[in-house]
């Protein structure tokens, strides 16, 4: 199995200022098809995860630019450009490269 | 767009099974590859298994193995998760999730992220 890391697991961030997660596998999620299925969740407290980021680095519909994903191979990384108040939550990375599909272990975004 | 409503809280005890359904609509069943998901309190997401298009075949998480089924009524494009033996590790919220799934030139291809994800059902096994 795919095993995911992330860090931090908890970040605590003032309003107005970037955060930034990273995400790693223990090996590399380049489908053979070419494409590198790593995807970003948030989930906020009380309700169900919600897309944020597929393939790296594609937004998701509605999704606000201050949100941004990188990466290559193993190594990831969600940036959040400026935290809002409705950015709190947890933070997954997940792979579906390889079944089977695997999470990160999530990390906590909450305000200072 | 794809929406996905889920059945009811339940309380089970010990040894039970629970059935979970997952309504679709705004797509058929067929054009998704339905998954299901469950997080048990103040835990992380478990991927329990999923249908995978490529090969027609329902794949489960070992973990699960020989305890889940997962089955679909495309007539009512309804998805359910069915779970037995269960025990008290087994109180969680359960959710499904969905992979789209397009037909290009005879090829399948499924956009391989989670969108959209179901509300979510809790599951309590206590006795």
């Known amino acids: 199995d795919i095993v995911m890391t992330q860090t931090p697991l908890s970040s605590p961030v003032t309003l107005g200022q970037p955060a930034s997660i990273s995400c790693r596998s223990s090996?590399?999620?380049?489908?053979?098809?070419?494409?590198?299925?790593l995807s970003w969740l948030q989930q906020r407290p009380g309700q169900p995860p919600r897309l944020l980021i597929y393939?790296?680095?594609n937004r998701f519909s509605g999704v606000p630019d201050r949100f941004s994903g990188s990466g290559a191979g193993t190594d990831f990384t969600l940036k959040i450009s400026r935290v809002e108040a409705e950015d709190v939550g947890v933070y997954y990375c997940?792979?579906?490269?390889?079944?089977?599909?695997?999470f990160g272990p999530g990390t906590k975004v909450d305000i200072k | 767009q794809v929406q996905l409503v889920q059945s009811g809280a339940e309380v089970k005890k010990p040894g039970a099974s629970v059935k979970v359904s997952c309504k679709v609509s705004?797509?058929?069943?067929?054009?998704?590859?339905m998954h299901w998901v469950r997080q048990a309190p103040g835990k992380g997401l478990e991927w329990m298994g999923g249908?995978?298009?490529?090969?027609?075949?329902?794949i489960y998480a070992q973990k699960f193995q020989g305890r889940v089924t997962m089955t679909e009524d495309t007539s009512t494009d309804t998805a359910y998760m069915e779970l037995s033996s269960l025990r008290s590790e087994d109180t969680a919220v359960y959710y499904c999730?969905?992979?789209?799934?397009?037909?290009?030139?005879?090829?399948?291809?499924?956009?391989?992220?989670?969108?959209?994800w179901g509300q979510g059902t809790l599951v309590t096994v206590s006795s």
């Open positions: 997940m792979q579906a490269t390889q079944f089977p599909i695997t």
């Open positions: 090996q590399s999620l380049v489908h053979s098809d070419g494409n590198t299925y």
């Open positions: 705004g797509y058929t069943l067929t054009e998704l590859s």
């Open positions: 999730a969905t992979v789209l799934i397009t037909m290009v030139r005879g090829v399948i291809i499924t956009a391989n992220w989670f969108d959209p």
């Open positions: 393939k790296i680095s």
């Open positions: 249908f995978d298009p490529e090969d027609g075949e329902t």
